[in-house]
């Protein structure tokens, strides 16, 4: 399948880092974390939520987000873990991920009978962060020129295009949709496809073959 | 690109060099300032050692400023360290005027190149005040705390943030060090120059001489702290792990490996604590280093089976990281920014007792499989997190953030 329309620009993959900002909103309780929760800046729900992806590390994998994981090496509550970590950001808005966040927090609350204490120096530390874009030698012209690249492709660069930037200039979807209807399909299994629960090499993978399977199949 | 420039791709990858030239493009031409208060000894001189090159090879015209006070000064910032990091010193009005007096007579020498300068980063609490003596200053000055400031002693941080305040952002290793302050507190893990004589690779020849050098013995397994004689390094602390250890690896031997910073008055007497504890025990091998010793380090760095880092506090232990980047799996003190440098279990081990450092030397040392996947995962980690290429692009990023926001 060829580009429909020779007048579309091509695409300049972009890259990008985060850079850390300290809140100095601290939690050192149970308690404390769900009295933080009711009124710290959303900007910082959304952060440990999702820049774990961009941060290396060897953190247990089942726990995809700084509050689960948190619980389970500070507070030692599995149980609270796993609620926590099952609570996907992309199907609530920022409130919404706030009152899941803290609906969870206060049933572990009442089922404990008391508050969960860290030991000194294991706080819940509230960070935010601003993106740090970058250009890269990467301008794609047509669909299959990014079906190549994808693997290649750094983190940074998956979490900008497929994680950060899904309503913004960056967003693959707007750009496939130039190329004509058909490619419609696509970029709406790529709106659908939730990251939350992959790592970015899962993530990157899983766009791979999404576009391995459309392209194949639109080229038969 | 700079032969230089090249050297950083080949060892940090094309993406970082890349992301420096990016961001310091619209910054070519500017006058950067680093100031702090020694260039030699310690972890911030060998940060900017390499750093300030690095800088300026991207085309930022870059400066390093150090400033310069008589002893009561040092006597007073070395109390301030102390407190920042939770000891509850006072500090008399006598050394604290001895701070003052010292800011302002440097800042007689240095008003004209800081006020002239498009960006500042004033490392520490020793020249903390310039920015107060600066009254002209037309660019966006950012204090840079490298101390574990997660329980200060409030007397003491109090009369400091006095002259933090005013900064444009200040950044810190860990969120648990940050302040309440009224401007933005960014948070920046420092680094290591993979391309310095401290970390680069070296010859078999020049370790083997290292064992010569110092009288060790390379048939038997080699346990080696290198750090300043400082209490919150604990040295006594290793000692006794090394003693614990002894006792079912008697043919283990420890490097003790340290050197003075011009602006720490207190090593001497920790010095002596140091051999007292060691006694007549010839397997301990107490090394005093100048403060060019980087290669020397390197080597006792390559030659140990295990180095430690058992600090009490700590900002941040580049003596980790060094390690850790020539493939060493590091036990570390739990604390501080040895919290991040080291994931417990995967590239070394957290510890929080003598007891503790031994028993992990202990698996490791009958444990060579171990050791060695730990240490290879070590080395990727500081690969990925702690190359001063990271550290600079993100020092970078907060400036541009600063410029956009004052345009905006």
Request: hydrophobic share 35%; proline share 5%; aromatic share 8%.
């Given at each position: 399948m060829t580009s429909k329309n020779e007048n579309i620009q091509p695409f300049n993959i972009k890259d990008c880092a985060i850079l850390n900002i300290a809140t100095g909103v601290r939690a050192k309780n149970l308690k404390g974390l769900r009295d933080k929760l009711l009124t710290v800046h959303p900007e910082s729900i959304l952060y440990h939520f999702w820049a774990k992806k961009l941060r290396p590390g060897f953190e247990e994998?089942?726990?995809?987000?700084?509050?689960?994981?948190?619980?389970?090496?500070?507070?030692?509550?599995?149980?609270?873990?796993?609620r926590l970590s099952l609570i996907n950001p992309g199907t609530f808005d920022i409130q919404g991920l706030r009152v899941k966040l803290i609906e969870v927090v206060e049933l572990s609350l009442e089922e404990n009978n008391s508050d969960l204490k860290t030991k000194e120096g294991e706080q819940f530390q509230f960070i935010r962060s601003e993106v740090v874009v970058f250009n890269t030698q990467h301008m794609i012209s047509n669909p299959e020129e990014l079906k190549e690249l994808l693997p290649a492709l750094a983190p940074g660069s998956i979490y900008f295009h497929f994680i950060d930037s899904k309503n913004s200039s960056g967003d693959i979807s707007s750009w496939l949709l130039q190329f004509g209807d058909e490619y419609s399909k696509l970029a709406d299994q790529l709106s659908k496809l939730d990251p939350y629960f992959f790592t970015l090499t899962e993530l990157e993978r899983k766009v791979s073959q999404i576009f391995k399977d459309f392209l194949k199949g639109a080229n038969q | 690109m700079s032969d230089l420039l090249n050297a950083y791709q080949r060892v940090a990858g094309k993406d970082a060099v890349d992301h420096l030239q990016q961001l310091s493009a619209p910054m070519k031409g500017a006058k950067f300032v680093h100031v702090n208060s020694t260039r030699v000894g310690g972890g911030v001189a060998e940060i900017l050692m390499k750093m300030v090159p690095l800088m300026n090879e991207l085309g930022i015209d870059t400066s390093w400023e150090v400033i310069t006070g008589e002893d009561k000064f040092y006597q007073c910032t070395k109390s301030m360290h102390n407190a920042l990091q939770g000891d509850p010193v006072n500090i008399t009005s006598d050394l604290l005027?001895?701070?003052?007096?010292?800011?302002?007579?440097?800042?007689?020498?240095?008003?004209?190149?800081?006020?002239?300068?498009?960006?500042?980063?004033?490392?520490?609490?020793?020249?903390?005040?310039?920015?107060?003596?600066?009254?002209?200053?037309?660019?966006?000055?950012?204090?840079?705390?490298?101390?574990?400031?997660?329980?200060?002693?409030?007397?003491?941080?109090?009369?400091?943030?006095?002259?933090?305040?005013?900064?444009?952002?200040?950044?810190?290793?860990?969120?648990?060090?940050?302040?309440?302050?009224?401007?933005?507190?960014?948070?920046?893990?420092?680094?290591?120059?993979?391309?310095?004589?401290?970390?680069?690779?070296?010859?078999?020849?020049?370790?083997?001489?290292?064992?010569?050098?110092?009288?060790?013995?390379?048939?038997?397994?080699?346990?080696?702290?290198?750090?300043?004689?400082?209490?919150?390094?604990?040295?006594?602390?290793?000692?006794?792990a090394y003693k614990l250890v002894k006792q079912s690896i008697p043919e283990i031997q420890l490097v003790l490996a340290g050197g003075g910073a011009t602006d720490d008055p207190e090593g001497e007497e920790v010095l002596k604590e140091v051999r007292d504890s060691a006694g007549n025990d010839t397997d301990i091998h107490i090394l005093l280093l100048p403060p060019d010793a980087h290669k020397t380090i390197?080597?006792?760095?390559?030659?140990?089976?295990?180095?430690?880092?058992?600090?009490?506090?700590?900002?941040?232990?580049?003596?980790?990281?060094?390690?850790?980047?020539?493939?060493?799996?590091?036990?570390?003190?739990?604390?501080?920014?040895?919290?991040?440098?080291?994931?417990?279990?995967?590239?070394?081990?957290?510890?929080?007792?003598?007891?503790?450092?031994?028993?992990?030397?202990?698996?490791?040392?009958?444990?060579?499989?171990?050791?060695?996947?730990?240490?290879?995962?070590?080395?990727?980690?500081?690969?990925?997190?702690?190359?001063?290429?990271?550290?600079?692009?993100?020092?970078?990023?907060?400036?541009?953030?600063?410029?956009?926001?004052?345009?905006?």
């Amino acid at each position: 399948m060829t580009s429909k329309n020779e007048n579309i620009q091509p695409f300049n993959i972009k890259d990008c880092a985060i850079l850390n900002i300290a809140t100095g909103v601290r939690a050192k309780n149970l308690k404390g974390l769900r009295d933080k929760l009711l009124t710290v800046h959303p900007e910082s729900i959304l952060y440990h939520f999702w820049a774990k992806k961009l941060r290396p590390g060897f953190e247990e994998p089942e726990y995809n987000n700084d509050f689960a994981t948190w619980a389970y090496n500070n507070l030692h509550d599995i149980k609270l873990a796993e609620r926590l970590s099952l609570i996907n950001p992309g199907t609530f808005d920022i409130q919404g991920l706030r009152v899941k966040l803290i609906e969870v927090v206060e049933l572990s609350l009442e089922e404990n009978n008391s508050d969960l204490k860290t030991k000194e120096g294991e706080q819940f530390q509230f960070i935010r962060s601003e993106v740090v874009v970058f250009n890269t030698q990467h301008m794609i012209s047509n669909p299959e020129e990014l079906k190549e690249l994808l693997p290649a492709l750094a983190p940074g660069s998956i979490y900008f295009h497929f994680i950060d930037s899904k309503n913004s200039s960056g967003d693959i979807s707007s750009w496939l949709l130039q190329f004509g209807d058909e490619y419609s399909k696509l970029a709406d299994q790529l709106s659908k496809l939730d990251p939350y629960f992959f790592t970015l090499t899962e993530l990157e993978r899983k766009v791979s073959q999404i576009f391995k399977d459309f392209l194949k199949g639109a080229n038969q | 690109m700079s032969d230089l420039l090249n050297a950083y791709q080949r060892v940090a990858g094309k993406d970082a060099v890349d992301h420096l030239q990016q961001l310091s493009a619209p910054m070519k031409g500017a006058k950067f300032v680093h100031v702090n208060s020694t260039r030699v000894g310690g972890g911030v001189a060998e940060i900017l050692m390499k750093m300030v090159p690095l800088m300026n090879e991207l085309g930022i015209d870059t400066s390093w400023e150090v400033i310069t006070g008589e002893d009561k000064f040092y006597q007073c910032t070395k109390s301030m360290h102390n407190a920042l990091q939770g000891d509850p010193v006072n500090i008399t009005s006598d050394l604290l005027k001895a701070y003052e007096e010292t800011n302002a007579k440097n800042a007689e020498t240095l008003r004209p190149i800081l006020e002239d300068a498009d960006y500042v980063i004033i490392h520490d609490p020793q020249p903390a005040p310039l920015l107060s003596l600066c009254p002209n200053r037309k660019g966006k000055w950012v204090w840079r705390c490298h101390i574990d400031a997660s329980k200060p002693y409030p007397p003491v941080w109090n009369y400091l943030s006095q002259y933090v305040k005013d900064y444009d952002a200040s950044f810190f290793s860990l969120a648990d060090f940050a302040q309440q302050l009224p401007h933005t507190q960014y948070l920046i893990p420092p680094s290591i120059d993979p391309l310095s004589e401290k970390n680069m690779e070296l010859s078999q020849a020049e370790i083997d001489s290292t064992y010569e050098e110092f009288n060790l013995d390379r048939t038997r397994p080699i346990m080696l702290q290198v750090s300043r004689y400082d209490r919150f390094k604990d040295p006594i602390g290793v000692i006794q792990a090394y003693k614990l250890v002894k006792q079912s690896i008697p043919e283990i031997q420890l490097v003790l490996a340290g050197g003075g910073a011009t602006d720490d008055p207190e090593g001497e007497e920790v010095l002596k604590e140091v051999r007292d504890s060691a006694g007549n025990d010839t397997d301990i091998h107490i090394l005093l280093l100048p403060p060019d010793a980087h290669k020397t380090i390197n080597a006792l760095q390559r030659l140990s089976d295990i180095v430690l880092q058992k600090s009490l506090k700590e900002g941040f232990g580049l003596t980790v990281t060094e390690a850790m980047w020539k493939g060493k799996p590091v036990i570390g003190g739990n604390t501080g920014g040895i919290r991040l440098q080291i994931t417990n279990h995967h590239t070394g081990f957290l510890v929080d007792t003598p007891e503790g450092a031994a028993l992990r030397i202990q698996e490791l040392l009958q444990n060579p499989d171990k050791m060695k996947e730990m240490g290879k995962q070590a080395k990727e980690y500081v690969r990925e997190n702690f190359l001063n290429t990271r550290h600079l692009r993100e020092i970078l990023s907060l400036f541009t953030i600063l410029d956009n926001q004052s345009k905006s």
